[in-house]
Nanobody, 112 residues
Framework: QLQAVESGGGSVQPGGSLTLSCTIS????????VAWYRHTRERTHEVVAT???????KYSDFVGGRYTVSRDIIKNTVYLRMNDLRPEDTAAYSC??????WGPGTQVTVSS
């Protein structure tokens, strides 16, 4: 029933930053968990970060303290702020509320 639309991707140099946005159809306060995934040829669905309806967050090890996931209930949007980006961060990023279908994703490319 739920769907999410991602935006904010782009091309940046190593060390740069991006903020990805995920606008969700539906009240995010009623969604238990929203997860950010990244997609590459090597790993099609790799969890990047999660945020619960209570505001709790978790990050995969490769994030290394560089990302912050947050939410804005009024805007019905979840964000992923990505700092100190590295070439290995290059991937398509998707935001998926629990039990929702996959959205289109947004591409992040990090290169010199």
């Amino acid at each position: 029933q739920l769907q999410a639309v991602e935006s904010g991707g782009g091309s940046v140099q190593p060390g740069g930053s991006l903020t990805l946005s995920c606008t969700i159809s539906g009240d995010i306060s009623e969604i238990y968990l929203v997860a950010w995934y990244r997609h590459t040829r090597e790993r099609t669905h790799e969890v990047v970060a999660t945020i619960t309806k209570f505001g709790g967050t978790k990050y995969s090890d490769f994030v290394g303290g560089r990302y912050t996931v947050s939410r804005d209930i009024i805007k019905n949007t979840v964000y992923l702020r990505m700092n100190d980006l590295r070439p290995e961060d290059t991937a398509a990023y998707s935001c998926k509320p629990a039990d929702a279908s996959w959205g289109p994703g947004t591409q992040v490319t990090v290169s010199s």
